[in-house]
């Protein structure tokens, strides 16, 4: 059973905005965390952003704060990760969670996660 299905990558230029989105399931929507996270070739995967559902708290890892937010849309069962002024080291398999902690930014705190969807940055 699919619980969460990105969307939303692709390529783009340096500088440029790209929005994704994650659509759940209700069941995982209704995680007390939605996060996204990232892996680039030859690197572990890292924590991106996450979001509070009851609260709706935001957090940010340093590298894409100011630039990136995240949201949801509770209608939608749907969160989404706009990143803006992007950078060629941005390029990687993104990835939407949920996990069972607010606002951790702990990828073992984690336990759905979608297939990813692929990022590239152009310089």
């Known amino acids: 059973q699919v619980q969460l299905v990105e969307s939303g990558g692709g390529l783009v230029q340096a500088g440029g905005p790209l929005r994704l989105s994650c659509a759940a399931s209700r069941r995982t929507f209704s995680r007390p965390a939605m996060g996204w996270f990232r892996q680039a070739p030859g690197k572990e995967r890292e924590f991106v952003a996450t979001?509070?559902?009851?609260?709706?708290?935001?957090s940010y890892a340093d590298s894409v704060k100011g630039r990136f937010t995240i949201s949801r849309d509770n209608a939608k069962n749907t969160v989404y990760l706009q990143m803006n002024s992007l950078k060629p080291e941005d390029t990687a398999v993104y990835y939407c969670a949920g996990g069972w902690v607010p606002s951790t930014p702990r990828e073992y705190e984690y336990d759905f996660w979608g297939q990813g969807t692929q990022v590239t940055v152009s310089s």
């Open positions: 979001i509070s559902r009851s609260s709706g708290i935001t």
